[in-house]
């Protein structure tokens, strides 16, 4: 069960989510206002936030309320992950067990965003993209859909991401994406993020 996420001035924050997939990236990269609209059921975030108790996908780890038979089932989440990702990565085990996830909003908290990294709170929308979270997504999608899906999907999420790119170039439009969000994603892409680690070795 997750719970009605709000901030300290009561604004709404999206809690509730649907499982990522190829045409989820497609559109997370394309960032485009018509193409959401129509194809809204395929987001991860929905468009609307739902009032009532609903079952979902996945839940913000932010507030959740677990059964200890859920973990007695997966366990407790993957360790691997720093932040990000390991709550989608719970649920989605959790969902292959037959669990359901509900997000229930007469459950309300307050949350400070992004306190843990400063990635999406407050006049830091635009700063750059911390390395663990491009490698929480890698691994969530190689450990839950194998190397080829990710591929898939760094190439679906990247090339729009190109487009979207391109077209705020020609109509002179520019949106408050992270900093060297292109050129992070890229490199820390399943085709180029190797080259990191043999840095490394």
Not at 20 to 33: A, C, N, Q, Y
Request: contains cysteine.
């Amino acid at each position: 069960m997750g719970s009605r996420l709000e901030g300290e001035d009561g604004e709404l924050q999206g809690s509730a989510f649907r499982f990522h997939t190829l045409k989820s990236e497609l559109l997370s990269g394309l960032r485009l206002g018509i193409t959401d609209t129509l194809f809204s059921k395929y987001l991860v975030s929905p468009k609307e936030i739902p009032a009532e108790p609903t079952q979902v996908d996945w839940l913000a780890g932010a507030s959740m309320l677990v059964r200890y038979s859920v973990i007695e089932d997966i366990g407790l989440m993957d360790e691997t992950y720093f932040l990000y990702y390991e709550e989608t990565d719970f649920c989605l085990q959790a969902h292959k067990f037959g669990w359901q996830s509900w997000y229930v909003p007469s459950s309300r908290i307050i949350h400070y965003v992004g306190q843990s990294t400063g990635v999406v709170s407050g006049d830091s929308l635009r700063r750059r993209r911390p390395k663990y979270w491009f490698q929480s997504r890698q691994y969530y999608l190689i450990k839950n859909h194998g190397i080829i899906y990710t591929a898939l999907a760094d190439l679906s999420w990247g090339g729009m991401f190109t487009v979207h790119k391109v077209l705020d170039f020609i109509r002179l439009k520019f949106h408050n994406d992270a900093k060297y969000l292109w050129r992070d994603f890229w490199r820390n892409s399943i085709f180029l993020s190797w080259l990191d680690r043999k840095q490394d070795v």
